[in-house]
């Protein structure tokens, strides 16, 4: 992670990334670059074929000479982003954009196998990726994984759906692949947070929780305004904050976390479905009206669960905004006014008002990894593509 502040050609790169094509006049604002330095950085940024500049570009009703439009060339740049999940391996190839230029998903069961050679099986789909014309412009990797992983050193700590503990991922990764490029692991709760922190549904947040539901446990991180120029937000352990000290015990040794209430399995429980539904059968389900408005139990001691979290999460947190993801999206719709409701318990909330939003992105851990992947590129774009 570079300690050092962006170059002009990064910040005005950061500022067409975040705020998509403008004038110059806008970006150079957005940068907070003198007139000069955005205009021999915005030279840097055509010279290296990352912008396009539409001299002609005209301001209706503006007087005297336009000023040029600002856009980030389609694939010029983009970055490997990929997930490992329980069953399979995702890949794509994103660009500049945050558009998805590339994907392809592999079917790999990684708990069934041990990590050397679990890892060496994702490298092998990661180098016949990074081989292909699609990578051409790859400045950087990018890999989420389902659980805890150093930031620095790339050890998964726990990473339970992958049956991981202690595991060397990043040095086993660099090993295997053919590439120079930076690899850069998380939490991919934290890369969803990420994307929807800067290109979804927390926008425009000072301080936003995020809280994801998955077919397994609940994940969570805090992001700041501070983490926009590339640094990660913090990972949170939300899904184990206690509810209800007197409910069931929880793999993390307490009783009542509160993703024994709200995630894949408890759901599934309260809608009475089999343990084994998946995720995605569980969206399905609850999209289809079968949330009322006043539930009864058992699916009651969901909603209660969740507003008793929302409520501590707050207080303790301090967000100005909150992001449900995940299962937890749809019971954000089906149950906005009674989640609103106990917001307005909060005593934080009751002094600074604090906005429940559903989370927008469909692929927010990819984009959240290809934002990660991009931080090199958007510090010192010269340096970055000198070095490929
Ligand atoms: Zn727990």
Redesign the pocket.
């Known amino acids: 992670m570079p300690t050092t502040t962006p170059t002009a050609s990064g910040r005005l790169l950061q500022a067409l990334h975040a705020g998509g094509p403008m004038s110059r006049a806008e970006a150079t604002a957005a940068a907070h670059l003198a007139r000069s330095a955005a205009g021999a950085a915005a030279e840097e940024l055509r010279t290296l074929g990352l912008l396009e500049i539409n001299e002609s570009r005209a301001e209706a009703g503006r007087l005297g000479r336009p000023s040029p439009g600002l856009s980030l060339r389609p694939g010029s740049a983009t970055v490997v982003a990929g997930a490992l999940h329980p069953d399979a391996v995702e890949l794509a190839i994103v660009d500049l954009n945050r558009t998805i230029m590339h994907r392809e998903t592999i079917d790999l069961a990684i708990p069934a196998l041990p990590p050397d050679q679990a890892i060496p099986a994702v490298a092998r789909h990661l180098n016949a990726l990074l081989g292909s014309s699609a990578a051409a412009k790859c400045t950087a990797i990018g890999i989420s994984l389902p659980g805890m992983i150093g930031d620095s050193d790339g050890i998964a700590r726990a990473v339970l759906p992958l049956a991981w503990r202690e595991v060397p991922v990043g040095e086993l990764l660099a090993a295997r692949l053919r590439t120079n490029l930076p690899i850069y692991l998380g939490h991919d709760a934290t890369f969803g947070a990420l994307a929807e922190f800067r290109a979804g549904a927390g926008r425009g947040a000072h301080r936003m929780l995020f809280l994801t539901s998955q077919q397994v446990g609940v994940g969570s991180a805090l992001i700041t305004s501070a983490h926009l120029g590339g640094h990660l937000g913090h990972t949170l352990q939300a899904?184990?904050l206690i509810v209800d000290p007197t409910g069931p015990a929880?793999?993390?040794g307490?009783h009542g976390?509160l993703?024994l209430f709200v995630d894949g399995r408890a759901i599934a429980a309260a809608l009475r479905l089999p343990p084994t539904t998946s995720a995605a059968e569980l969206h399905r389900a609850l999209q289809s009206g079968i949330l009322e408005d006043r539930p009864a139990r058992p699916l009651a001691e969901v909603l209660d669960a969740l507003s008793v979290g929302l409520i501590s999460l707050v207080n303790t947190l301090g967000p100005d905004r909150v992001v449900l993801a995940g299962l937890l999206a749809p019971l954000a719709r089906a149950w906005r006014r009674q989640l609103e409701e106990a917001l307005g318990r909060s005593v934080v909330a009751q002094v600074e008002p604090v906005s429940l939003r559903v989370a927008t992105l469909d692929d927010a851990v990819l984009l959240g990894v290809a934002e990660r992947a991009f931080t090199p590129l958007m510090h010192d774009p010269v340096r970055t593509l000198s070095q490929g």
Do not use: K, Q, R, V
Request: glycine share 12%; proline share 0%.
């Open positions: 899904g184990h929880c793999s993390c307490s976390c993703e």
